[in-house]
């Protein structure tokens, strides 16, 4: 579902990304494991268009999007919750989802996504800005999922979020991927959401993936010494 060859990214002349290869099945949840300033946001922004690739190929469901704009990854299928969520604080709830609808055609926001995320619909006519922080990523997951992706990236959803909402977003996250099919890569630092969430766990170091493994064969103690620093 999301394929990426020999992928390069670079701010100015220095480059980041080095060379990656990513294969990601259709209904499967990756994390991508490491410390800060190891190129998981910069692969996010990359495969989102944000950052424009040096070199390399990237395709959602067999599509090249390799060299598209932000907007026009999305029509093809891709969307993005970024680091820190980035909702609109001045807007409603409801205002906020439905700017993720610009791609679908359509004007109403589907009854799942409520279903899914019933705090949303208590507080609809809410400025996100007021929510809390977990309420504010279901928020910008929501906002995802109303464009109708087949890949949804997170980066660090579990920022700056209490124990308890981390563990119900891996179990909303597994459920959509359940009912959806939806492909789901996530860029992340704390191994226990990883090991909730992940079928499969991916750790970057310099740019490059050091370490690929199933969940359930994986080495948490050499995991950990990649993300100790």
Known sequence: MLNVSKLRAAYGQSEVLHGLDLDVAPGEIVAIMGRNGMGKTTLMKTLMGIVSEKAGDVSVDSTAITGLKSHQRVAKGIAYVPQGRMI?????????????LTVTGQSKVPDDIYERFPVLLEMKSRRGGNLSGGQQQQLAIARALASNPKVLLLDEPTEGIQPSIIREMARTLRKIRDQKGLTIVVAEQVLSFALDVADRVMVIENGTFVHDSPRNGIDEAQVSKFLSV
């Open 88 to 100: 609109f604080s001045a807007m409603t709830v409801q205002e906020n989802v439905e700017t993720g």
